[in-house]
């Protein structure tokens, strides 16, 4: 009983630790302080309790997306996502992983027509993830494959007038093929977008 309490009550210190941590990394780049900070934490427990995460992983998430220029709503919003990608994915990833990665996707085809659809950020990043879920459940790669891929390889490949959707299927037939090395099929699609964008800027500079 006695280790019991003493093991409870070091937790319990580690977690308020960990969760002022997350309020101090969150406070550098969003516009919160006393009860506002406060509120925005119970938002977040209460945001947590649905998608079985501590209210610490969600301020995490959150700030992440803050320092995308993200208003603290829309952050809080898109952090609840980004835990649902966290509890669909085939291996562990932390919060700010997946913040990262939809991050990245939305900077790289939230202005294309594939998303453009779709209205706020909220329903862009919904419908990354499921994509990013329904590629993974019926092709023979992983949701940690594509993450990984994608974010290496979204701005390049947009830049180069490729959609999310085909994007993803490139990704997707080079990682079945290559399997186990997403990363290296990523820098290789990235760098064939780099390289035809390049040559497009000469052909127009000849003609």
Do not use: C, W
Request: charged share 20%; aromatic share 6%; net charge negative.
């Amino acid at each position: 009983l006695i280790y019991g309490t003493q093991n409870a009550i070091k937790d319990m210190v580690a977690n308020v630790r960990e969760l002022d941590a997350a309020q101090t990394e969150l406070r550098k780049v969003a516009d919160l302080s006393g009860r506002s900070l406060e509120r925005f934490t119970d938002q977040a427990y209460q945001v947590g309790s649905k998608v079985a995460k501590t209210g610490t992983e969600i301020v995490q998430a959150s700030t992440e997306f803050a320092k995308m220029g993200k208003d603290t709503t829309t952050a809080l919003q898109l952090s609840e996502l980004a835990s649902r990608f966290q509890n669909i994915a085939d291996t562990e990833i932390d919060a700010a992983t997946a913040a990262k990665f939809i991050n990245s996707q939305l900077k790289a085809f939230g202005d294309t027509s594939t998303l453009q659809k779709f209205t706020g950020d909220f329903e862009k990043a919904q419908h990354v993830i499921d994509a990013t879920n329904e590629v993974a459940n019926n092709f023979a790669v992983g949701t940690n494959d594509l993450q990984n891929a994608l974010t290496k390889a979204g701005s390049a490949m947009s830049v180069a007038g490729n959609s999310f959707e085909q994007t993803i299927g490139m990704v997707t037939a080079g990682t079945e093929i290559m399997v186990g090395q997403p990363a290296k099929v990523g820098r290789g699609l990235r760098s064939i977008a780099i390289n035809i964008s390049k040559l497009a800027q000469e052909n127009e500079r000849f003609e």
